[in-house]
């Protein structure tokens, strides 16, 4: 299954997970293209919208490689691949207090556009565009338990099976719409998966702390 789009994605995932509606779940996107996602998704079952903030851990000799994630506590998940790299101790810590401190910053610009949530004893969904190897949701979980959730959901609308392996343990619960015995880039599963940029991001997240002027349909 191909995606139109982040919306398309999002209509599709808000319907598999219409069973949380009425339940006033907690909705947490993984910024900034997921927003778009948990945006409508958190529309749709009446709950609230925040983010759940992680960073990739990039590989010293190929920066575009993630070979792990890490969230805002500093805890880090490292891949299967990246244990077996030999990644020096020294890089590995520059690299974790780098992350944490774009974390920070990120953490301090969202907080001025959306106040603090209840998360204790709530259903709590993780939604992103996909899951790759998987170490993004990872992170993101782990952060979401912390809030101490009734129910911990990762939600997203495609996923490659073996990462989606190494994220069941992580959730109570997982949805996902399409799986893909092969490794792939997440973008290849939508026809438009354009860049969002941080005006968009941060617009998305304010509107979240509006009321609602009714109980509306699933937004397109």
């Not at 490292?78 to 974390?103: G, K, N, T």
């Amino acid at each position: 299954m191909i995606f139109d789009n982040r919306r398309d994605a999002a209509n599709r995932l808000a319907s598999v997970l219409h069973a949380y509606r009425g339940e006033r779940p907690l909705v947490l996107a993984i910024p900034r293209g997921a927003l778009i996602l948990g945006s409508i998704v958190a529309t749709h079952l009446h709950g609230d919208l925040d983010v759940v903030l992680v960073r990739k851990l990039r590989a010293p000799w190929q920066p575009e490689l993630a070979i792990g994630a890490i969230d805002e506590s500093g805890w880090c998940y490292l891949s299967r691949d990246a244990v077996h790299m030999a990644i020096p101790s020294r890089y590995l810590e520059a690299e974790q207090q780098e992350q944490l401190a774009v974390l920070a910053a990120r953490r301090m610009h969202y907080a001025r556009f959306r106040p603090p949530v209840v998360r204790e004893n709530r259903i709590t969904i993780v939604v992103d565009d996909g899951i790759a190897t998987g170490a993004t949701m990872i992170a993101a979980l782990h952060a979401a338990r912390m809030g101490r959730p009734r129910l911990l959901v990762c939600a997203v609308p495609v996923a490659c099976a073996r990462g989606l392996d190494e994220v069941r343990p992580y959730a109570d619960e997982v949805v996902c719409i399409e799986q893909s015995d092969e490794a792939f880039s997440v973008g290849a599963f939508y026809r438009s998966f354009a860049q969002v940029d941080d005006d968009e991001a941060v617009a998305i997240l304010a509107a979240a702390c509006r009321p609602r002027a009714g109980e509306g349909t699933v937004p397109r």
